[in-house]
């Protein structure tokens, strides 16, 4: 093991080279894009990380980190404000009776995956004075055990969009499959781009929901082919270090 004194460095050091490395695969996947131009956001997903790695993601420059858990993103971002420009992301799902703390912590949210959900949202964000930023997170592969609104259902009834006048509907959200099967994760991918540009036609706003979240540590190449704007990428930047709770047993 390391000195506890060379430890930080170790820390920063190995994150500073995974997060080199994803953004060199990202810059290659925007190359062989059709659609994209330019790399889209990483959103440093924190979920699995020890609080050392998140300061050593903070030093090294990161500002967009992502939680799923409603509860820890609302203590991380008490634990953090020292960093006035760290923005948050609720990437996981959110219960109704949690969504006032995750809008006093500023988070955009990835995962409003119901109407009620936007409904909840839209309220709270009225009553709060403020326009909050979010996704539609769409379950595009139908998995029956996966959240997010039915994607012909959605389009259908995408007008009730305009009424929700204190929320920022930046775009969409999707998480594919968990499989070896790329071109089923392309589809998926692909599907959500064109949801997005039906819904645009539909709504007559050809510049409405620019941002698409979609790629995680397994699969953000081909969700880069398929022109997505922010990634999730959690476990991939922490490769080579491990957890206390793992090492102590
Ligand atoms: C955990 C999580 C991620 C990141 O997953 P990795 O495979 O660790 O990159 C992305 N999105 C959501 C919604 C997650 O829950």
């Known amino acids: 093991m390391n000195s506890p004194l060379a430890e930080p460095q170790h820390i920063q050091n190995t994150i500073r ?8 695969r990202m810059n290659e996947a925007v190359e062989r894009s059709t659609v ?4 889209p956001r990483l959103v440093a997903v924190t979920k699995y990380a020890e609080p050392e790695w ?3 993601l903070l030093e090294i420059g990161w500002r ?18 020292r960093w006035p420009d760290l923005r948050w992301h609720q990437i996981g799902q959110l219960q109704r009776n949690k969504v006032r703390p995750v809008l006093e912590a500023n988070a955009i949210i990835h995962s409003v995956d119901r109407w009620r959900l936007l409904t909840r949202i839209n309220d709270i964000s009225g009553e709060l004075g403020r326009k909050t930023p979010l996704l539609l997170q769409v379950n595009i592969a139908g998995e029956s055990q996966k959240a997010g609104f039915d994607p012909a259902a959605l389009l259908e009834e995408c007008e009730r969009l305009r009424a929700m006048d204190a ?6 959200m999707t998480m594919a499959p968990y499989t070896e099967d790329e071109s089923l994760i392309r589809s998926v991918f692909r599907g959500l781009r064109e949801l997005r540009d039906r819904i645009r036609e539909k709504l ?10 979609m790629g995680m540590t397994g699969d953000f190449e081909i969700a880069i082919e398929e022109g997505t704007t922010m990634v999730r990428i959690g476990s991939g930047l922490y490769s080579g270090l491990e ?3 793992v090492e102590e047993g």
């Open 17 to 24: 080279q995974n997060v080199e490395a994803i953004q060199s």
């Open 36 to 39: 994209a131009t330019i790399p």
């Open 54 to 56: 998140i300061e050593a």
């Open 64 to 81: 967009d980190l992502g939680e799923s858990r409603p509860q820890l993103l609302q203590q991380r971002a008490a634990q953090y404000d």
């Open 167 to 172: 929320c920022d509907v930046l775009g969409f």
């Open 204 to 213: 007559r706003n050809d510049f409405a929901f620019a941002e698409l979240s």
């Open 243 to 245: 957890r206390r709770s």
